[in-house]
């Protein structure tokens, strides 16, 4: 079991910048991989950006691609998503999850955090 606790989330305006944090914790040395993933009220969960724990690989939803940068501190156990010039249609609440293979679906993750809110203004 891994526990997963996000931190970062919050307002901003449109244009501006967050950093989420996911500090992972249990049995850390399986976690293969790790994502972010988002539901905004009434949507599916989408998967924002992912990383594979060993190889760093990483992936982007083309509607956040140059905008996020999803990297990781193995030292640390800890996936951050810089988040910038972020738009109104990026406010969700925002999952930090890992352990699985497809790191782009999100329904294919066994463990997940709480979710921190990010509120984008216009």
């Known amino acids: 079991q891994v526990q997963l606790v996000e931190s970062g989330g919050g307002l901003v305006q449109a244009g501006g910048s967050l950093r989420l944090s996911c500090a992972a914790s249990?049995?850390?040395?399986?976690?293969?991989?790790m994502g972010w993933i988002r539901q905004a009220p009434g949507k599916e969960r989408a998967v924002v950006a992912g990383?594979?724990?060993?190889?760093?690989?990483?992936y982007y939803a083309d509607s956040v691609k140059g905008r996020f940068t999803i990297t990781k501190d193995n030292a640390k156990n800890t996936v951050y998503l810089e988040m910038n010039s972020l738009k109104p249609e990026d406010t969700a609440v925002y999952y930090c999850?890992?352990?699985?293979?497809?790191?782009?679906?999100?329904?294919?993750?066994?463990?997940w955090g709480q979710g921190t809110q990010v509120t984008v203004s216009s």
């Open positions: 999850a890992a352990d699985t293979q497809k790191v782009y679906a999100p329904y294919t993750y066994d463990q």
């Open positions: 249990g049995r850390t040395y399986n976690m293969n991989g």
């Open positions: 990383i594979m724990w060993n190889t760093g690989r990483t």
